[in-house]
């Protein structure tokens, strides 16, 4: 986790630029942000297997708290789709429900992680290239479940269909994360390598699908 940890920390320093997300939601205060993702992490059970600056969990998972990469949640939730093989079996293993994420929910969490271990300059966004959206979707393989964008998906739903009616790459993310569970033995059953993503692969495959959306409106 330390490794990987720090290989994505720096990936990020790399590929941030002083950009706003795509998005088509009002900016929230932070302080909402914050205090509804603190929220939602005691009520996603989190809290069960993660500490937070030593409080709280069993200790299963690495305490959050000391992580400093939630400045971006997109590279959050990346680490966290990169490790859903090993949370997976271990919610398994412990007869606990997959927290089910909806909206926004994982911007928020990861935000209110930020928030206790906050660094100047520390806020990372991705420059998102739809050009390379659409070379990571190709070969990381999303159409073997998820098919063509809209053009039917296969043991998934169509991304393209999905993403048009998300607003930003923070639902994108939190919509990954939601499913994550079914895909996850999915790829098993159908001897699929899991795929490991970073932050500037999700920021991008999010802008290919939202501009072929785009394109498609009247």
């Given at each position: 986790?330390?490794f990987?940890?720090?290989?994505s920390?720096?990936t990020?320093?790399l590929?941030?630029?002083?950009?706003s997300a795509?998005?088509?939601?009002?900016?929230?205060?932070?302080?909402?942000?914050?205090?509804?993702?603190?929220?939602?992490?005691?009520?996603?059970?989190?809290?069960?297997?993660?500490?937070?600056?030593g409080?709280?969990?069993?200790?299963?998972g690495?305490?959050?708290?000391?992580?400093?990469?939630?400045?971006?949640?997109?590279?959050?939730a990346?680490?966290?789709?990169?490790?859903?093989?090993i949370?997976?079996k271990?919610?398994?293993?412990?007869k606990?429900k997959?927290?089910?994420?909806?909206?926004?929910?994982?911007g928020?969490?990861?935000?209110?992680?930020?928030?206790?271990?906050?660094r100047?300059?520390?806020?990372?966004?991705?420059r998102a290239?739809?050009?390379?959206?659409?070379?990571?979707?190709?070969?990381?393989?999303?159409?073997t479940?998820?098919?063509p964008?809209?053009?039917?998906?296969?043991?998934?739903?169509?991304?393209g269909?999905?993403?048009?009616?998300?607003?930003?790459?923070?639902?994108?993310?939190?919509?990954?994360?939601?499913?994550?569970?079914?895909m996850?033995?999915?790829?098993?059953?159908?001897?699929?390598?899991?795929?490991?993503?970073?932050?500037?692969?999700i920021?991008?495959?999010?802008?290919?699908l939202?501009?072929?959306?785009v394109?498609r409106?009247?």
């Amino acid at each position: 986790m330390r490794f990987l940890t720090t290989v994505s920390f720096f990936t990020a320093l790399l590929l941030a630029i002083p950009s706003s997300a795509i998005s088509q939601e009002p900016i929230r205060p932070l302080g909402e942000k914050i205090s509804s993702g603190h929220t939602l992490f005691n009520m996603h059970g989190c809290s069960t297997c993660h500490s937070v600056k030593g409080k709280g969990g069993a200790q299963t998972g690495p305490d959050l708290g000391r992580v400093t990469l939630w400045a971006s949640p997109v590279l959050g939730a990346a680490v966290m789709w990169n490790h859903v093989p090993i949370m997976s079996k271990t919610i398994k293993d412990k007869k606990l429900k997959w927290p089910r994420f909806k909206g926004e929910e994982i911007g928020d969490i990861f935000t209110y992680l930020n928030s206790l271990n906050r660094r100047p300059g520390a806020s990372v966004v991705f420059r998102a290239n739809k050009a390379q959206g659409k070379s990571f979707f190709d070969e990381i393989g999303c159409q073997t479940c998820h098919g063509p964008p809209f053009g039917g998906g296969h043991y998934g739903p169509d991304l393209g269909e999905a993403v048009s009616r998300l607003g930003n790459v923070n639902a994108f993310s939190t919509r990954m994360l939601r499913h994550a569970p079914m895909m996850i033995e999915r790829a098993k059953r159908e001897k699929i390598h899991w795929p490991r993503l970073n932050g500037h692969q999700i920021s991008s495959i999010f802008a290919y699908l939202k501009s072929i959306a785009v394109a498609r409106k009247p």
